[in-house]
């Protein structure tokens, strides 16, 4: 087993509803190796932004509440932690960028003065340096006349043009880890394309390790090493890219991956659908999530929930079903 | 332009020159200073039964075409002929008779279904507006129409709340049907669900095509899923198209330097493919439609613009046969 820079264990997260106590997250376990870009797939309400938001106490308590497991980095539970201790964690070695671009920028303080923060609470910058810094941070990002552009207010900027300054603030305090919440979805193709090309880039040159969070299989196809399907507040299979896109074993991932047109698909099929929709789970799983829209159900299915087994070399999925023979495994 | 739709009898929709500018107002006294071009000049035709693809980014005026083929915008100007009827002059009875044979899918299934009618009001509705049906009958008509979309007629007296994203644009699609019409369009239906959820409803409109005989204009952002659905593509840039072919002529050989790089930016979701091919990245960021560059709109962005494209607008031209294209330097790749 490869050293983990973040290890999680066991995590359980719960949200309480008037229609009662909503189980989000039901125990996922995952590592991050040190410099690894790990795709985390699953439509929404699947529990992957939860997850992450938990690892970084960044959820709401109450109606939620991290109810079970740990999350080790650098030696520590960043569970456990109290809010002061993991402020200096948040955001310094630990960063986040998130889908809007629109909301998560505050409209009454100019660009720079937001990208200064961060350098000035987790660095200690003086606020001479942290303007320099900040107006290198925004030329790294790929925005012209960066240093004039840093007493514009968020308004004065484009959709893609935001998420670069989200992402300059992320990368702000040269964080190990980087987790990206959906961050092109608010985007066109052609501005995801650029987010995406400067994410490369910019992963290659500081080398810090990425979890990218996303429901586009296509996304994480061209930037994942290793990629965490979740479904159900579960993680349902666990492979590298290559291998979940040529040999998904997770009845589920073989129908995502039905269910996708391509834009290089020569001849018209009919495209696979997964009928039904996904659950909200008002008590934990004690049967397997995605059996009631399942292909391949059988009895066990519905009495035990099936942990993650190997099916390959490093590929593990959540099922009781062999889904090339149709047999129990 | 027109000598292109003049020879194209079993087109049951044309669309010429077709411009939607809204106005921008300003001051005290609200003087227009200018107007936001969100359609500027498109034409193309749409042929009994077929699926049109029409595809851009936001703000390029996908949707504003989509709405004013329907007369829910008027037109600035041009003019939009379906079965040979100008509807751009049509009032009044004339065009609420007309309004019978084209429906709208709307994209957003939360906010295009009305929270405080059950099913059977909303499916029933167009029905009773257009007094085709009456009492009884109406619920005869919401029952088959359920059960046509595969959703259980004895949900008709639901409300909307009750029901996920998939469902509800299920209940759209049946409130489209509800007038037998010949043509809708389908604005965004998909980009609102879940992928699982989508495949779905892509299936139900392909065979809702079969069955009724219907002709789409599906008009979406998201270029795989519109490619799989659609016969024709039209790819729109800032208001005006820029190229127009059949779906496997576009993907094998798009011609307009957009295309190419909308093409080349789409996630392929198989990391073997997708390592393989070449990107274009475009630079910068759509210009205002209510500011569009001079010339060539997509000159500021394009790979291979010259001179001559900010002087003068490139003509959509059919560069061969039923291929059109709007560039100066279509043939360097063809």
């Known amino acids: ?329 | 332009m027109s000598a292109m739709n003049a020879n194209n009898k079993e087109a049951l929709l044309r669309v010429d020159d077709l411009v939607m500018h809204f106005p921008i107002y300003r001051g005290v006294i609200q003087r227009q200073v200018g107007a936001v071009r969100a359609v500027d000049g498109v034409t193309f035709d749409v042929k009994r039964g077929e699926t049109l693809g029409l595809v851009g980014e936001s703000g390029c005026g996908k949707s504003t075409t989509g709405r004013t083929i329907l007369q829910l915008y008027r037109p600035t100007s041009g003019s939009v002929h379906f079965e040979d009827v100008d509807l751009v002059h049509l009032k009044g009875e004339d065009l609420r008779k007309m309004r019978r044979k084209m429906q709208m899918i709307f994209q957003d299934p939360y906010a295009s279904l009305n929270p405080r009618m059950t099913v059977a009001d909303i499916v029933g509705e167009p029905l009773m507006v257009h007094s085709v049906a009456t009492g009884k009958e109406i619920q005869d008509r919401v029952q088959h129409l359920l059960e046509v979309v595969n959703l259980n007629p004895s949900f008709a007296s639901r409300y909307p709340h009750e029901f996920s994203g998939g469902q509800r644009q299920r209940i759209g699609v049946a409130r489209a049907l509800a007038l037998q019409p010949s043509f809708i369009v389908c604005d965004e239906p998909i980009s609102a669900l879940d992928v699982s959820i989508q495949a779905q409803v892509v299936n139900l409109l392909e065979e809702l095509q079969q069955q009724f005989n219907l002709t789409y204009l599906f008009i979406a952002h998201d270029l795989s899923m519109a490619k799989h659905i659609s016969v024709r593509f039209a790819v729109m840039y800032l208001g005006v198209l820029v190229e127009l072919t059949t779906r496997n002529e576009l993907y094998s050989k798009p011609l307009h330097p957009y295309t190419q790089a909308l093409l080349s930016a789409v996630p392929i979701p198989d990391p073997v493919a997708d390592a393989k091919r070449q990107r274009t990245i475009l630079k910068g960021d759509v210009p205002s439609p209510a500011n569009p560059p001079s010339g060539c709109r997509f000159r500021t962005r394009c790979p291979i613009a010259a001179e001559v494209c900010s002087q003068s607008r490139p003509e959509f031209r059919e560069i061969k046969p039923g291929h059109f294209v709007a560039c100066f330097f279509a043939e360097k790749f063809l």
């Open chain 1, 1 to 329: 087993m490869p050293d983990f820079i973040l290890d999680v264990q066991g995590l359980e997260t719960t949200f309480k509803t008037p229609e009662g106590v909503v189980h989000a997250v039901n125990g996922v376990s995952f590592g991050l190796a040190e410099g690894e870009t790990l795709g985390v797939v699953g439509e929404s309400g699947c529990g992957k932004s939860v997850t992450m938001l938990s690892v970084l106490g960044l959820i709401q308590s109450p109606p939620g509440k991290v109810t079970a497991g740990k999350a080790i980095f650098s030696g520590q539970d960043l569970i456990k932690m109290s809010r002061e201790e993991i402020r200096h964690v948040r955001g310094a070695q630990i960063s986040m960028i998130f889908q809007d671009p629109m909301t998560s920028l505050n409209p009454v303080l100019t660009i720079g003065r937001q990208l200064e923060e961060p350098l000035l609470l987790h660095i200690g910058m003086t606020k001479k340096q942290a303007r320099e810094r900040a107006a290198e941070l925004l030329s790294m990002v790929g925005i012209p006349n960066a240093k004039d552009r840093l007493n514009d207010y968020p308004h004065q900027y484009s959709g893609g043009m935001r998420q670069r300054v989200m992402i300059a603030m992320a990368l702000s305090c040269s964080p190990q880890i980087l987790i990206a919440d959906e961050p092109t979805t608010a985007l066109d193709v052609t501005i995801q394309a650029q987010i995406m090309d400067l994410v490369k880039r910019l992963r290659d040159e500081l080398g810090m390790a990425i979890i990218w969070i996303t429901h586009d299989l296509g996304v994480v196809a061209g930037l994942a090493q290793r990629v965490l399907v979740m479904y159900g507040g579960l993680i349902i299979e666990e492979a590298p890219v290559r291998e979940l896109y040529a040999n998904p074993e997770h009845p589920y991932t073989i129908g995502l991956l039905g269910s996708l047109p391509r834009v290089d698909e020569k001849e018209r099929t009919k495209l696979y659908s997964i009928e039904g929709q996904p659950p909200i789970l008002y008590q934990k799983p004690n049967a397997c999530p995605f059996a009631p829209r399942c292909k391949w159900v059988m009895e066990h299915c519905w009495n035990e929930n099936p942990p993650l087994m190997d099916v390959g070399p490093d590929h593990r999925a959540a099922c009781w079903a062999d889904t090339k023979t149709g047999r129990h495994r």
